[in-house]
Every structure is written in structure tokens, then in C-alpha cells.
DNA sequence: ACCGAAAATGATTGACTTTGACCAACATTG
DNA sequence: CAATGTTGGTCAAAGTCAATCATTTTCGGT
């Protein structure tokens, strides 16, 4: 491994947690504890980490460093959910009016879909998401709600990979609720995350009405990964910057110009 | 674990408690009674507590400075005005230390347990949960997360019922540690949930190793539901409250009479 | 492709630091 | 005042460090 790879991996390790001992790094590194020294040595003098007896901490070592991980994490949900509020929130009212008595509705995780919980009076009908804060939501307004299972990402709050797809094979949804960072004529509907990525392909697929959230700010981006194309449901937007996108002809304009 | 840990965990503790005994923090910090009264002296001689006899006092950095003074006088940590949350809190913490590098680690729903997240610092252990807000701190705290399937329950926010079970079933948990409402000799571990009970039954048949948290005042408390007997695992209490249970044999008391 | 210098690495070592146990002295409680 | 809890000092053991050296890898020049 190249003397490179270990300091950013030093670095990397020291950012999910605030001191890591020399020992530790052992088997993270696959290098003996004379060259972690070392690396240790060269990264405090380089001041992009601090070395203490038996490891290193992480810089900045007056704050509390467990707070201060939270409170960023939380930030990161936090400041994205400030943004475009007005537009999220009109294609979020809309949305949860279009649940029915009955339905079976899946929620993505995700700012804009979260906004629609507030909004949402249909009380016969279950709600499925793999949105961790959604759900503690939605049962505490008094819906009947599911989760499903899997690894939690830490940024977004949401269930995903592997396991959440499989977790969503035993529904049949009536409707599903997806948001997306990028809608694009090329590249369809595409996400950051390749495993949140599954988990939207997957719902998207188990479900008879499909409804994509995107506020106008999202038309000509493209995320990492296209989770499907524009065809797979009907678009909800404020305002289509485009003409060019009518073509599809199953976006949902709420703010005509 | 680091000097450095064991600071910022005394620090924190005080955070959370005006003051703390060295006695007490012996199973938080898993350190012997000499070192832990070396660093409260070492953190005093920086002015980030104030030593006193049997003990350390918070320094309350909003306060008046003089009125401070007039506290450390007064102050007194063996005149222990205790509160429930604190007896959690001693039982959480210690819980957390016996999560072990590679473990497979079970975290159930509930207050107590939900103590032990912020006392955690095994990055090398994979948790899983039917806490829906346990999950999402794990998260934002770096802990690689998993989470039950499953009907959420508004008022304790925890995955529960038939689908949480199953759920459980692909799970070999190295230990689990388990909330209860009530610790009897002739009843058990119950519960006042029978979902829930479904759920925590399935956990401890899952785990090799089983930690039951419970501080003194669940002793001599029978809940709706019995989800397991006395002998199911090892109970962690601050104090028992009557003898006869020590007869079981399998119980950690952490603050002696 | 081959060589030698320079750099990086891993093992070893003696020095240094930290830790836990012990204990006699001291403080607190009832 | 007796019982109990707390303290700081000492010591041996364990853990960690920086320096050194032999070996391996990298790299420029031929």
C-alpha cells in the first residue's frame, strides 16, 4: 500500500471516529506499527492530526468530537431540507393529497418526500418507507406504518442496499412516493448513491402508481446513478425550466408560468 | 483506550451530571481506580473539572466564577442526590464497554438502552437495532447500522411485532443487551408490550451472549408480559435491591452498597 | 534490462511512559 | 471511636516510543 493510501486512510478513519491507537491501525493499514509511527509522526508535523501516547486524535481536540460529528451529520439533512423550501413544499402538499383511502403508499427517504408527511390526512391507508425519521413520523402523527430493514446511511437517514431492496419483495404498493437528485432527458432519474439507488429501483418496480418528486431545481442534473428513466412515473415539479421535457408528457407542472 | 478517551468520557459525564465518583467511573472507563483518580487530577490541574474528595465536580463555564467557588465548597459528591436517569445512565454506560472489536451487536428499543449509544466507542462491531431513533444516532455517530423490518410503534418508536422477528432470524448476534420493564423471581424479565415481547424473545434465542439492563428500581416489578426467565442472560443493575436474587448468580452490580 | 543510490519498510532494542495493585495514612460517617 | 471509604506514594508489569539496522522497493541513469 502505497504511503499515500495510509494517510488518507489515517485521516478517514480518524473522521468516523475522534482517536484511533497505533495498534488498531494495524490490520486497517496492513502495515507494521513502525510505519504507522511514522505516518503518524508525518501527518501531526503536516498538523492533519495529532499524536498522543499510544495513537492519534483527530484535529481540533478542544471540541467535543462525538457532538461535533452529530451535529454536522444532522446539518448535512438539515441544510439540504432549508433549500428550495417553497418548491419542495407545494410538489410535497400536492403529492399527499393523491393518497386514497386504502392505499398501500411507500415514501422514499428524502427532504422533499418528508415534507409530505405534514401534509398527509388520509388515516385508512398504510405507509411503508425506508426513511428512518419518516417513520418515527408517521407513527407519531398515528398512521399505521412500516419500515424496512437494512444498513442505515448516516447522511440521509435512510435504509438502503441490499437488504432493504429485498425487504420491499413482499409489497404490492398501490402508490410510491420517490425523490430524486437529478432529472435529466438523457440520463433519466439518477441518485448519489448507488445502494439508495437500488432501494428506488426496487420500489419503483413493486408499485401501480409511480410519483416523482422533483422540484424545478433538479431538471438538467445528473447524479452518480440512473435508478430509471423518465418514463417510470409521473414527474411532480413547481415549474418545468424546460419545454423540452413536456414531450414525456407525464410531468405534473403545479406553478404555470 | 486512549488517555484522550477517558478524558473526553470524564468530561462528558459531567456534562450529563453535575458530578461524578471515581468509584463510578471505574466500569465506564474500564480503567483501575489509580488511573482514573490520575486523570481526574491531570484534568483539574487543566481546569476542565475540580477535583474533590471521593471524586470530580462539573465546571460549569456559564456560571459566575465566584459562585462557582461558593459550589465547590458546598458541593459534595458523596451527599448523592441520585436520580433515576443517573442509575440508567451508570448501567448504559458500563454495558457499552462490553462490546468487543468484530462483535455482532444487538441494541434493543428503549431508554436504557438508548443510554449506552453515546457511551459506545467500538467502531469495529456492526449494530443492529429496532430502535428507530437508536438507528439514527448510531449512524450519525459512524457505527455501521442495521435495522429491524417491521410495524413502528409511535409511542416508544420501535420496530415491533411478527415482521421484526422474522426479521431477527438471519441474525448471530456475539451479544445482545435488552431492556426490560420488569426483573422478578418468580415472573422473570417482562414487558408491557406483547409485540415488543415477541421481538426480545427472538433477540436473546439469536445471541450468544445476553445482557439485561436493568437498574434497581425494576427489581420486584412484573410487566403484561413475560419475554424471558431470570436465568435468560446477565442482568446489569447499579444496585440490587434485595439479596435473594444474587442467588441466580449471573448478576453485575456495579455500585456496592 | 541492469545497476547502484535513495527511500521505504519491518524487526529489534533499550529507554521511557502508563497502568494496576498494594498499602499506610488520612477523611468521613454514624 | 470504630468502621468504612478515599488518598497519594511506591513498585512491578505492561505498553509505547524513538533510534538503529538489515532488507526490500523505487527510481534515475546507463
Redesign the pocket.
Known sequence: ???YE?FEKIIDTLRKQPSV???DLVPIL????????????ELDKEGRLK?????AIAIDADEDPQARKVNVQRSDVNAKAKTRTDEKMIVAAYAATLIEKGDLVYIDAGTTTGSMIEHIDCYDATYVTNGARHAIELAARGFRTYLLSGQVKASTEAIIGYDAADSLRKYHFNKCFIGTDGVDQENGLSTSDIEESMVKTEAIKRSEKVYILADSSKFGLVASVTFAGLEAGTIITDRIPDQSYQAHGNIIELKRQ
Chains 1, 2 share one sequence.
Open positions: 500500500m502505497l504511503q495510509r491507537r497505533v495498534v496492513d502495515a507494521s506499527e513502525s510505519t504507522i509511527r511514522r505516518d503518524i509522526a499524536k498522543v501516547f499510544g495513537g
